[in-house]
């Protein structure tokens, strides 16, 4: 189970026509799509792919979707930690290299926690004394850098746009520290 959005549930968790992305049973596991048929103390039933039934037994995990509050129960206070570290200017010396993979940065603070969780990364702040950078795609100006340290204890940063920061902080104010240099400062329309 590598989505953070995942969680495992017993039979008493599942109800007809929800979807199951995977199972867990004594020491295997298994991946796919499916659709519940039929759930309780004496077994589930899966339709599988659309193309068939299978049939698991009652003490079984199965793979499904958290809800939205769920999530953010879960990641709120590595959110906050998120929230609290960009929220650190750091100097160009203390922000290690540089990084092109920055699939764990994310706009949503709960979803950048979930990342750094399952990449064992830990936000350290942000820094805008860094090489600006267009986005590939959308041209978009990246102004800062936003550093992380591995858990082998490397530090690196990707770009970053200081506008994506001031919008995360506008929107997820509730889990943002005080006195914070991106809240209430709302959006460049220019750039």
């Given amino acids: 189970m590598s989505n953070p959005h995942d969680k495992y549930v017993s039979y008493r968790g599942l109800t007809p026509g929800q979807m199951v992305s995977g199972v867990k049973h004594g020491q295997s596991s298994s991946g796919f799509r499916a659709t519940v048929v039929k759930a309780d103390a004496g077994s589930v039933v899966l339709n599988v792919f659309g193309t068939h039934e299978e049939t698991y037994p009652s003490d079984a995990l199965f793979v ?14 590595r959110a906050k930690e998120v929230m609290s570290a960009l929220c650190n200017r750091l100097a160009s010396y ?97 750039d």
């Fill in 64 to 77: 499904v979707k958290m809800s939205d509050d769920e999530f953010q129960a879960k990641y709120r206070k």
């Fill in 94 to 190: 203390e922000i290690g290299y540089h990084e092109m993979w920055n699939s764990w940065l994310d706009i949503d603070p709960y979803e950048m926690a979930a990342n750094c969780d399952r990449h064992n990364l830990k936000v350290l702040g942000y820094c805008q004394d860094i090489p600006y950078k267009a986005a590939m795609f959308s041209g978009e100006h990246l102004d800062i850098g936003i550093c992380v340290e591995g858990e082998d204890g490397d530090k690196f940063w990707c770009h970053y746009k200081s506008d994506w920061l001031r919008q995360t902080f506008d929107v997820f104010h509730e889990i943002a520290p005080e006195n914070s240099p991106w809240a209430g400062k709302g959006t460049n329309a220019g």
